[in-house]
């Protein structure tokens, strides 16, 4: 009998004819799959199969009687007839016409093989709709049918979704056959689905079973990648099944699936389904109300992106421990998502009712999904590495994941907080941070987010309503937490990293280090407090006086954490570090840091000890430039004890003995110090801003002969053009000068004269620093001088004055020549800063490097301040450079001195003023370098 005279009888035969022959005939259907060229003939082949012999199969014999052979012969059935088409569409010409002959026949040959698809795809519909049917369906019964099934879905998706460029014009004719193509094999893997959904995979399933379960897993995660952008309720059906898959059987899988192509596959979607997402968002808000296209689109895809979040978050939970080589792309989507979401700066403009839709279904995912990740050594690495390569954007989410990571680390094991807070680094490991170091790098990288600033929701307060918060106070908040939740272990690390930072030059994260260290200090024993004091005190009293960053940080902690201590513990410190022996240190120390028995005895000290020095300098005849360092420091602890005495905030100021010394001293150095030479000596320049600082303290308790001197003294300063600081000085004490009144008299006069020309001077300065601060100062005293009269010879410029008017009036200031206060303005200022810092430190590693290739470095002689007319005093002049023979006899004389020094100091006990001499030795040296 023929093939097609068996295919013609076949169809008159009923099921017990099919039961009866079918050992006979169902062989010969099979070997007709493989033994026929004609596509057609071989399609119905095997529908004869499915529909006349399928069901007289036993279940569990199903496998080896037909689908093990068949099923092969059934693919490459399928196969040859993709590869047909293909052939049939190269073939045409792309000049040909599809109205053409051979256009017509392009498109008869196309149909006839979409049509042997659809029945090869409709007789495997019905093959897995009867292993649906059976109770318990094992894997080994279905091993041929799934994977042919999954091979015709692939390979149909793959064809469709290429269609409209492979078909080219032929495409409008068959359209419609291929949309009848594409839901045939939707329809297939649905059933299919429903197949592999009841299959069992038991913990002692065989090796054979746990490969079929895996090769499904990754034929439906090609699916998913296939259909990926063609069919969106399709991309979600697969991966919904995929991940119930994976989480079903996830015992037994384990140990034998890459979750990682499957992992970064969903990180992708998130990605791009929330890019699009935000895109939406950030159109016209009022068209997405009206309920056009976009609103629906953005509905949409915030449900499909939320979609594949919760995918994502099960499977890391599922499979911690075995996502292979997917950590950086699950890092990556993190920082992502964060960067597109306000209060990012790179993300787009949003209403705040999207904002926060997308926040509560996106975002709310992440921390969840750290919290599986914190023992990830890769995770960890990514987030602490010292060398990350991110784009500039993605710094302020990292941030927020470190964060996140240091609130969810006091729940973890010790094990856990020692990966992060004391990483053990071995040699194959790429270099990182603890914790704590990262995010202070990290937050040295938020320059902009800080000053702007960026600003996100504080911590829930028990009976206070939520309230946003500066970027700066979250990080400070959660640093406190952490450092509260830290073991004893860990705590040296936490003091080293606060130390580090405070000495740091990046001010933001010395300000944050200073106040997590007063935290720790405010919260722990009161003997921590004062350990870490006296730590600080003499590490002060070891570096030389000076006004770096570094220098004033550490005074700054100081002093905010002298009133933490205990009375004793300050009673103590008082006793060690006297204000007569460490002067340096008060500086900074006001007295009303101390309890208040303490404050007189602080104040009397200091005052006597700055009076002293300053007569004693005063008695000196060679007033050098060498002696105004200790004249300085002596007018630095006068005003910290003056302007603490005369703060009207202060609740209890520092009782103070009468000012008659003190008032005296500042009278005389009025008639002998002189701002001529501050340009050109940054001594000189710091010595006379601390003596117009402090005179602005006295300015009430001065006599008017002595307060018209001041005045004209200033004046006369201005005209030389003395650097920005010292204007600012003058700035301050004229917002003190409204207080100041005089009796009716010639001096009253000269006085109200000075005030005019002094204020007219500065308003108009070409610095916008001293003239906002001279419109700040006069604004004060416009309000508080009974010497109206004057205002308006202050404001004899139009412009000045209508500035003036409006400054008063707090009308904003304005100008073309100012750039906007944006993020790409500061970024360009960080930018600025930057290369600062970098020119500096190669500046200082340069000097470094050739003070150490010279021997013996030549230092010039003290120079000799100049006087001026009003200065009887001094000499006239600066003293002439000696030749340099000179310079070289003073040096050599030096050498000899010094290498006395040390023979007597290693032979004997030096006296008590013998450190003290030496420091001021120093001081004086490093200030003949600075000027040379």
Same mark, same amino acid.
């Given at each position: 009998m023929s093939q097609n005279g068996l295919l013609h009888d076949l169809e008159g035969w009923g099921p017990d004819t099919c039961a009866e022959k079918l050992h006979t005939i169902l062989p010969k259907l099979i070997a007709g799959l493989s033994g026929d060229k004609d596509t057609r003939k071989q399609s119905a082949y095997f529908s004869a199969v499915c529909k006349k012999f399928l069901a007289h199969v036993d279940i569990n014999d199903v496998e080896v009687v037909i689908y093990a052979d068949a099923m092969p012969k059934v693919c490459d059935v399928f196969d040859r007839c993709l590869t047909a088409i293909s052939e049939l569409l190269a073939q045409q010409s792309p000049t040909t016409s599809s109205q053409s002959s051979q256009g017509t026949r392009t498109k008869e040959g196309v149909t006839n093989h979409i049509q042997v698809l659809d029945e090869l795809i409709g007789s495997l519909e019905q093959c897995v709709i009867h292993a649906v049917r059976t109770d318990q369906p094992r894997v080994l019964d279905s091993h041929s049918l799934v994977a042919t099934a999954l091979h015709v879905i692939k390979e149909t998706f793959s064809h469709c979704k290429e269609s409209h460029e492979s078909y080219g014009k032929v495409f409008p004719l068959v359209s419609e056959s291929l949309s009848c193509l594409f839901k045939k094999a939707y329809s297939l893997q649905k059933v299919l689905m429903g197949l592999i959904d009841k299959l069992q995979l038991p913990s002692d399933s065989s090796e054979e079973d746990v490969t079929d379960m895996v090769s499904m897993c990754q034929a439906f995660h090609t699916i998913g990648c296939t259909v990926s952008g063609v069919d969106a309720s399709l991309l979600v059906t697969t991966w919904k099944f995929l991940a119930k898959q994976l989480t079903k059987h996830k015992e037994v899988l384990k140990n034998h699936v890459d979750m990682a192509p499957l992992v970064k596959t969903l990180c992708s979607e998130v990605g791009s389904?929330?890019?699009?997402?935000?895109?939406?968002? @950030?159109?016209? &808000?009022?068209?997405?109300?009206?309920?056009?296209?976009?609103?629906?689109?953005? /509905?949409?895809?915030?449900? #499909?992106?939320?979609?594949?979040?919760?995918?994502?978050?099960?499977?890391?939970?599922?499979?911690?421990?075995?996502?292979?080589?997917?950590?950086?792309?699950?890092?990556?989507?993190?920082?992502?998502?964060?960067?597109?979401?306000?209060? @990012?700066?790179? &993300?787009?403009?949003?209403?705040?009712?999207?904002?926060?839709?997308?926040?509560? /279904?996106?975002?709310?995912? #992440?921390?969840?999904?750290i919290q599986h990740l914190l023992d990830n050594r890769d995770f960890i690495q990514l987030v602490t590495a010292q060398n990350k390569d991110l784009p500039s954007q993605h710094n302020f989410p990292l941030c927020l994941v470190q964060l996140m990571v240091m609130d969810l680390l006091p729940k973890c094991s010790d094990e856990q907080k020692d990966q992060w807070v004391s990483p053990k680094i071995y040699p194959e490991d790429e270099p990182r941070d603890s914790i704590l170091v990262s995010l202070f790098n990290t937050l040295k990288k938020c320059y902009t987010e800080l000053t702007l600033p960026v600003y996100l929701p504080g911590v829930m307060c028990n009976g206070m309503p939520q309230r946003d918060v500066s970027l700066y106070e979250h990080v400070c908040t959660h640093l406190c937490g952490f450092a509260a939740s830290l073991p004893a272990r860990h705590f040296p690390l936490l003091e080293t990293c606060l130390l580090d930072n405070v000495l740091g030059t990046n001010l933001h994260c010395a300000l944050a280090a200073t106040d997590v260290w007063c935290f720790v200090a405010r919260y722990g024993t009161a003997e921590l407090c004062e350990q870490h004091v006296h730590l600080l005190t003499k590490l002060l009293c070891q570096l030389s006086n000076s006004c770096s960053c570094q220098h004033l940080q550490l005074h700054l902690l100081l002093r905010r954490l002298v009133p933490l201590m205990a009375e004793p513990h300050q009673e103590k410190f008082v006793q060690t570090y006297p204000p007569a022996q460490h002067p340096s240190l008060w500086v900074h120390l006001p007295p009303v840091a101390f309890v208040p028995k303490l404050r007189g005895r602080i104040s009397a000290e200091s005052v006597s000890y700055a009076t002293f020095v300053c007569q004693k300098w005063l008695g000196l005849r060679g007033k050098t430039l060498g002696t105004l360092p200790d004249l300085h420091l002596a007018l630095s602890v006068l005003c910290n004890v003056y302007s603490a005495s005369g703060r009207q905030t202060s609740p209890h100021p520092p009782p103070l003995q009468s000012s008659a010394p003190v008032l005296h001293t500042v009278s005389r150095l009025w008639d002998v110090l002189s701002a001529s030479e501050a340009g050109k000596h940054r001594v000189v320049e710091v010595v006379a801003v601390k003596l117009v600082e402090l005179t602005g303290y006295l300015l009430g308790q001065l006599v008017p002969e002595d307060i018209i001197k001041v005045f004209s003294r200033v004046s006369q300063w201005l005209k030389t053009s003395p650097p920005q600081s010292v204007k600012l000085s003058i700035t301050k004490l004229l917002s003190r000068a409204g207080k100041v009144t005089l009796p009716p008299s010639p001096q009253q006069n000269q006085l109200q004269e000075l005030l005019a020309h002094l204020f007219s001077t500065l308003l108009q300065d070409n610095s916008w620093v001293v003239h906002h601060h001279a419109l700040e100062a006069f604004s004060t005293f416009a309000e508080e001088t009974p010497y109206e009269s004057i205002l308006p010879k202050c404001l004899q410029n139009e412009n000045v004055k209508s500035r003036a008017m409006d400054f008063i009036k707090g009308v904003p200031f304005s100008s073309s020549d100012i750039p906007p206060w944006t993020a790409e303005t500061i970024a360009q200022?960080?930018?600025?800063?930057?290369?600062?810092?970098?020119?500096?430190?190669?500046?200082?590693?340069?000097?470094?490097?050739?003070?150490?290739?010279?021997?013996?470095?030549?230092?010039?002689?003290?120079?000799?301040?100049?006087?001026?007319?009003?200065?009887?005093?001094?000499?006239?002049?600066?003293?002439?450079?000696?030749?340099?023979?000179?310079?070289?006899?003073?040096?050599?004389?030096?050498?000899?001195?010094?290498?006395?020094?040390?023979?007597?100091?290693?032979?004997?006990?030096?006296p008590e003023w013998y450190k003290k001499e030496l420091k001021s030795l120093h001081q004086r040296l490093g200030l003949l370098l600075e000027d040379s």
């Open positions: 389904n929330c890019k699009y997402c935000v895109e939406l968002a @950030s159109k016209d &808000a009022t068209d997405r109300q009206n309920g056009c296209g976009d609103q629906k689109s953005y /509905t949409r895809t915030l449900k #499909i992106c939320r979609f594949f979040m919760q995918c994502l978050m099960c499977l890391v939970k599922d499979y911690n421990g075995y996502l292979g080589s997917c950590i950086k792309e699950i890092f990556q989507v993190i920082l992502e998502m964060q960067s597109l979401l306000p209060p @990012s700066l790179s &993300a787009p403009p949003l209403s705040s009712a999207a904002t926060e839709e997308m926040k509560a /279904t996106l975002l709310v995912g #992440i921390e969840p999904m200022q960080q930018t600025s800063i930057d290369d600062f810092q970098e020119k500096r430190r190669s500046n200082i590693s340069s000097g470094l490097e050739e003070m150490q290739s010279v021997e013996s470095p030549e230092q010039p002689s003290a120079k000799r301040v100049k006087q001026d007319a009003h200065s009887p005093t001094l000499t006239n002049g600066d003293s002439v450079h000696p030749a340099e023979e000179d310079f070289r006899s003073i040096i050599d004389s030096l050498n000899k001195d010094i290498g006395k020094l040390e023979e007597f100091s290693a032979c004997k006990t030096p």
